[in-house]
């Protein structure tokens, strides 16, 4: 059975940086996009970050704005988010994500299998 485990959130400071980790076991990642998303309790899961399945091509949400960079290492199995200069609207639970359909290029909504998630808190 395939399981994403994150880790690596936490409570920082504005400026802040933080790197995530997401772990697949149970199955390979080689040939499937993966994706970062985040929610804030009440509101709707966000798009993060994704890398396409040989990690030549990434895409980030408008708000990212240059401070996250999202990784992987096919042979590890796993899939990095490393956040830069974190402010507090950063605040949420991340999730890893992995697309549904092998060696096909994910849109955010195409995006089904979910890790449980690790916090991360921005505040002074």
């Known amino acids: 059975q395939l399981r994403l485990a994150e880790s690596g959130g936490g409570s920082v400071q504005p400026g802040d940086s933080l790197r995530l980790s997401c772990q697949v076991s149970?199955?390979?990642?080689?040939?499937?996009?993966m994706g970062w998303f985040r929610q804030v309790p009440g509101q709707e899961r966000e798009f993060v970050a994704s890398i396409n399945w040989v990690g030549e091509k990434v895409r980030y949400g408008g708000f990212v704005e240059g401070r996250f960079t999202i990784s992987r290492d096919n042979v590890k199995n796993t899939v990095d988010l490393q956040m830069d200069n974190l402010k507090p609207e950063d605040t949420a639970v991340y999730y890893c994500s992995r697309a549904r359909v092998s060696i096909k290029a994910a849109n955010p909504n195409d995006f089904g299998v979910w890790g449980q998630g690790t916090q991360v808190t921005v505040s002074s």
């Open positions: 149970g199955g390979r990642i080689s040939e499937y996009d």
